[in-house]
């Protein structure tokens, strides 16, 4: 192949594990290879955002990606790193998830090309759904040893943790059911490899070993290196939970802030992982950001580089154009242009207070929207004051105590903001 798939995703830090002839293998001509993904819910998240670019990149490699939704195995829950078992999926569910995974995966991944490496998606759920427990157990189970099983690291983990829960029967059979995967795609779609991260180590190499014995062929693993947070907390979790690609899940404004907030150090790793920008042009940015960090170059194209891949470019300008606007010279025009749902995500966990709209079209004077119609203030005595002082701003806009709110100060008929001094932020809603 022209390009060297291995060779290009190792100084992304993108590569883990590598089964030693994969990239000999991969050089000789185009091979398929696919990554699992979990369908237990309608929308995947940036923790999956790795899998997803290790086989964007396959695909630019002139190599084909099989994205496999793992209806059965999702039924099931995979031992790897979990400490509990997932709820049963009923079918209906299952295939609305994935064909809401199937459009995430087609911002990276083209599906539609008549290309011979143009993406598939499977759903092992069509070939595990008709096979029995006994066929199962004959063809598949008396390949694999129960000493093989317990030597994987996720059975291991489990069986010796704390918990007094163990490792159910269903759970320790997972990797036979992955594993059978891998030989079902081997033999129906010549797939060869199969991706994923560090953690599935065991269960992929359980495949390749299906592969070997009942195959009578050669299979290989490639992993990538689970996603860290240089202070500790986890990747791809906000105090809202998991970062989701879905915006009715994850606005578009909070996923680009998620990657805007990136510490220095991991903003240099995610350019690398989550971009499709060369290796020249990243280390040009790198160069710049270490020369000013404080203007966030860096922060700010990773930021602009993955919302565009995963909402579009309309989106990524609104997310940015919304990240800037509490600094915007024309602060009372530029908020106009925010919907509802981007005006509360750019002022979420401000104090908000109801007020009748009918006192501000009548003409709510400042010292009763301070304090007696809001309760922003303690006082009658304190608005005064602050007044006085000339702390008070109406839409970013000093005010006096002459000033009176109306219908010219409502940002989208409904929401007034106020601010004493720089740090203290209110929002008045008319209802």
């Known amino acids: ?81 979990k400490s509990a078992e997932r709820n049963l999926l009923d079918e209906t569910t299952l295939r609305h998830n994935q064909e809401a995974i199937k459009k995430q995966l087609a911002h990276f991944l083209d599906f539609e090309s008549n290309q011979p490496n143009a993406a598939l998606m499977v759903n092992n759920y069509d070939w595990m759904k008709d096979f029995s427990f006994l066929d199962f157990i004959r063809d598949v189970g008396k390949h694999i040893t129960v000493n093989y099983m317990m030597a994987k690291d996720s059975v291991k983990n489990r069986i010796s943790s704390d918990s007094n829960e163990g490792m159910s029967f269903t759970e320790f059979t997972y990797q036979l059911v992955q594993g059978y995967d891998f030989l079902h795609l081997y033999q129906a779609h010549k797939c060869t490899i199969q991706m994923g991260g560090s953690d599935q180590w065991g269960n992929i190499t359980t495949g390749t070993e299906l592969i070997r014995r009942i195959g009578n062929g050669k299979g290989f693993a490639i992993t990538c290196p689970l996603i860290t947070k240089s202070d500790g907390s986890k990747f791809g979790k906000s105090e809202g939970g998991n970062v989701w690609l879905d915006p009715k899940r994850t606005s578009p404004y909070k996923f680009y802030q998620y990657w805007l907030n990136s510490s220095d150090e991991d903003a240099e790793k995610y350019i690398k992982i989550f971009t499709f920008l060369e290796k020249d042009d990243i280390e040009a940015l790198i160069d710049t950001h270490k020369e000013q960090p404080h203007l966030r170059q860096l922060q700010k194209r990773l930021a602009q580089e993955i919302t565009t891949m995963v909402h579009g470019a309309e989106d990524c300008e609104n997310a940015e154009k919304a990240s800037q606007i509490l600094y915007s010279k024309a602060f009372k025009e530029d908020i106009q242009t925010l919907d509802e749902t981007t005006f509360l995500d750019v002022f979420e966990g401000v104090p908000q207070a109801d007020v009748s709209k009918s006192k501000i079209l009548e003409g709510l004077d400042m010292i009763a929207a301070l304090s007696a119609e809001t309760g922003f203030l303690a006082s009658n005595g304190e608005a005064r004051r602050a007044l006085k002082e000339n702390s008070i701003a109406v839409n970013k806009e000093k005010v006096n105590e002459q000033y009176a709110l109306s219908a010219a100060d409502l940002i989208n008929d409904t929401y007034v903001i106020l601010n004493r001094g720089k740090r203290s932020t209110f929002i008045i809603r008319a209802v």
């Open 1 to 81: 192949m022209a390009n060297n798939f291995i060779e290009g995703l190792k100084w992304r830090g993108m590569i883990h594990d590598v089964m030693p002839g994969a990239e000999e293998h991969l050089l000789e001509q185009m091979r398929a290879a696919y990554v699992g993904f979990d369908p237990t819910a309608d929308s995947l998240h940036i923790g999956n955002l790795v899998p997803i670019m290790l086989l964007a990149h396959y695909q630019r490699c002139g190599h084909k990606p099989v994205a496999l939704v793992g209806g059965a195995t999702g039924m099931i829950g995979d031992p790897s790193g």
